[in-house]
């Protein structure tokens, strides 16, 4: 492994844990925290959570737990060959989703909905409360207790008002600095793998076709050159090897353009990289073929009538849902009962439902409301 940049995060300059623990013996603290996600609760539940086709309208469509998984490994490779702490983008990458709802962006803006009285709902935020307060692990804390910058680097949007509530690891959405180098990888690679596997399962569904994407310049020049190199190639094979140029193309200008940035702002402490503008990002050509490709899946993904007609079933099930417990706490499990208890039913609620994979959703869904169900 290369030795890490003076402005990479390490160990030593960490900010720690919220609760004091020994130093692991035989990894380093950010494979701690990589570990204690891996094995929690919230994360094997992203194995049933919608990426954008719900869970069980097939067995090859991404889901949280895959796009998670792919997030790491572009972090990973981009962190180590800028010599930034590897392990500590790899634990980021695995937790940035543990917050989100069943059924995608359509589960999480209803439950937003739900939730306005009570400050409203937000996938980042859901993600920091899980690994600090909801995963039930340890005999000595609640949550995970993960290290600052872990945490940080999971906070990716946050409110000034929820800043302010947030203490220190709020304390930079006021300040305007930025979050560590690894935590920008993390958001790049998301973006990087949320738009190329979105064209893939947009395909494999039949929602897209190779015509609309001809289109699209950053696809359409990867298509031609996968052409002209095999020219007998076709079907699944031929997506296949365009969306993986699409991959290498984008990591490849971002590991350039983020390399010219840190040359030219010649940050010497990991200070220097909150004080500096950001310096991971794409040039501004990626930058705009990017933009197209995220348009195109906007209005031909997203909006197509197929997938807005699952969220907006996805969304009647999170209304009815939130609706009946609030209307009923008896018929929430013992556990969210205590909660409302002790906080408001409205939180302990929405920390029910997040948690949720799609099929228990559908599940308690009919449990409450399908006569057969008795």
């Known amino acids: 492994m290369p030795e890490l940049a003076a402005y ?43 990426q954008v086709f719900v869970n069980h309208e097939g067995d090859l469509f991404r889901t949280r737990l895959t796009h998670s998984i792919e997030v790491a490994q572009i972090a990973r490779s981009v962190a180590r060959t800028l010599r930034l702490n590897d392990d500590l983008a790899e ?24 939730m306005q009285g009570q400050g409203g709902f937000e996938h980042n935020l859901q993600s920091l409360r899980i690994v600090d307060r909801l995963e039930e692990r340890y005999g000595a804390f609640d949550g995970l207790n993960l290290m600052f910058e ?40 998301d973006e990087i793998a949320y738009n190329n596997h ?9 929602v897209l076709t190779l015509e609309q994407l001809q289109g699209i310049s950053l696809f359409a020049r990867h298509a031609a050159e996968v052409d002209a190199e ?66 195109f899946l906007r209005e031909h993904l997203y909006r197509h009538f197929e997938v807005l007609r ?12 939130f609706g009946a417990f609030v209307s009923d706490p ?9 909660m409302a208890a002790a906080g408001t039913l409205e939180r302990a609620t929405a920390d029910y439902i997040a948690g949720m994979t799609d099929r228990y959703s559908m599940k308690e869904h009919r449990r409450l409301f399908a006569v057969s169900e008795f």
Do not use: W
């Open 230 to 295: 095999f020219p007998r190639i076709a079907g699944r094979r031929r997506v296949h090897e365009t969306i993986r140029r699409m991959i290498d193309a984008q990591v490849t200008d971002l590991l350039a353009e983020s390399g010219r940035r840190i040359a030219e702002a010649a940050p010497e402490t990991l200070g220097d990289v909150h004080a500096s503008p950001p310096l991971i990002g794409f040039s501004a050509g990626m930058d705009a073929e990017n933009r197209e490709l995220k348009s």
């Open 150 to 189: 872990t945490r940080e680097g999971i906070l990716k949007h946050c409110s000034p008002a929820r800043a302010r509530e947030l203490g220190d690891l709020g304390r930079r959405f006021l300040d305007n600095r930025q979050p560590s180098l690894e935590a920008q990888i993390c958001n790049l690679a």
């Open 91 to 114: 634990a980021i990458s695995l937790a940035h989703d543990l917050g989100h709802t069943p059924f995608g962006h359509a589960g999480q803006d209803a439950l937003n909905e739900c």
């Open 8 to 50: 990479a995060v390490d160990d030593g300059c960490s900010r720690g844990r919220a609760i004091a623990e020994p130093r692991p013996k035989a990894r380093s603290e950010f494979q701690r925290d990589r570990d204690r996600i891996v094995h929690s609760t919230a994360f094997r539940r992203l194995e049933y959570k919608t």
């Open 330 to 338: 008896r018929l929430l499990p013992p556990q969210y009962q205590a």
């Open 310 to 321: 699952m969220t907006a079933k996805a969304r009647r099930v999170i209304h009815d849902l």
């Open 198 to 206: 979105d064209v893939d399962d947009g395909l494999r569904s039949g």
